[in-house]
Structure formats: C-alpha cells, structure tokens
C-alpha cells in the first residue's frame, strides 16, 4: 500500500458546512487519513464554524471587510493556516474567489469540490444553470484550484441525473449527497499520494502503486 500519512487540513467556508460535516464524518469513521486543524470563514456567522467548535476544532472568522485589500486578507488567512500547520487546504462551500496571496502559500495543494460537471456551468448558481439549459446529467467535481475560477485540473467527478421534474433545490440536494461522498474520496487518494499533476491532468495511481514510479513504465 501506498505510505499514507494523516493529512493535516485546513477547511475554507462560508455558509452551512456540510462538506467539512462530511469530511469530519469521514475521519471519525476511518475513512478518510487526514485531521482538519482549523476552519476558517470569512462569514462570522456561518454554521460551519460551530461545526468546528462541535468537534474541538480552532475556528477563525476573518471578515474580509477588516482588511484593507483582499492581500491583506488573505495573509490572515495563510498565517492560520501556517500556525495550524495544514499542508492540504479545502475549499468546502467558500464563496470567494482565491486570490495570488493564497494560490502562492498553497501551490497546487488547494481543492475545491462545485457542484456541477466542469467545465460545464462553473460559477453560482450551478445547478439551476443545469436545469435551464436542459441538461440531462450534472453532478460535481473536486479540482485543484488554479488562478482562474472552476478551472483547475479535474481529481474526480461524479454524475447525477437530471430528473424530468427537478427543480434547482431538488437537483442541488441529490448532488449534495454525492459531494458528502466525494470530497472525502478525493482527499484520501491524496492522503494516500495517489494524485499526479501533469498539465491539465490528475493521474490517479492504481491502489499500491508508487506514484514515483507509476506512469513511467510505457
Ligand atoms: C455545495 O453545493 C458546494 O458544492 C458549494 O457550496 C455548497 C454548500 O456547501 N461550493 P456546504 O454545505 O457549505 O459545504
């Protein structure tokens, strides 16, 4: 097996905070080697901050209204991500769009999960993008944040039917659940040093396999 070492991560929201429940959920329940050190959110009143405090974890609100410039800001944030010493930084529900003083603490070691199918529909309102262009599949997509929105490389994805009577609420519930599934899967093949960036694309390294070595054989 692949050595895999409890990831230390730090969590990004700014609203309910199912995907950090879920990523939570994952680890108590052994599914998942990592351990969030610290949630941050740049809404003081988001409920993923009493998630946090529910389960022992340091929980900082930073409003991005204090700071001056959005660099500002953000060297807030880096510096708790620094004093908690995350390595891998998860984006779950964080409604902002990452900026250079971020991307450049975390070089490739920032996800996001949207939920949709990109490059289809990115931004807000994703999934009643889907339902009014008349889609007949969405669902979401953990990726690699880049310097653009929704753009960086793909991990994974899964897809979710459009039902006939769906509504944007109903479609965002199904895809909901599958993101619960999905981030913690996504964070372990990670854990587990199973993911290789080459350009545009994540390479995941069959279950026990080096991912030094793997790929080079052809
Ligand atoms: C989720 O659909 C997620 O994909 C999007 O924000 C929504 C709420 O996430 N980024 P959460 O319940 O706050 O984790």
Redesign the pocket.
Known sequence: MNAVHTVPIGVL??????????ILDAIDAHRLDAAVRVVVSDAPGAF?LERAQRHHIPARALERKAFATKKDFEEQIVQALHHYGVELVC?????RIVGTTLLGAFPRRIL????ALLPAFPGLDAQRQAIEYGAKFSG?TVHVVDEETDHGPIVCQVAVAVAEDDTAETL?QR??KE?HRLYPAAIQLYAEGRLRIEGRRVRIAPPGINPVTWGNER
């Open positions: 929201a700014s609203g309910n905070g199912t995907n950090l429940q879920a993923a984006l779950a529900g964080y409604m996001n999960i949207h939920p979401c965002a895809i909901l993101e």
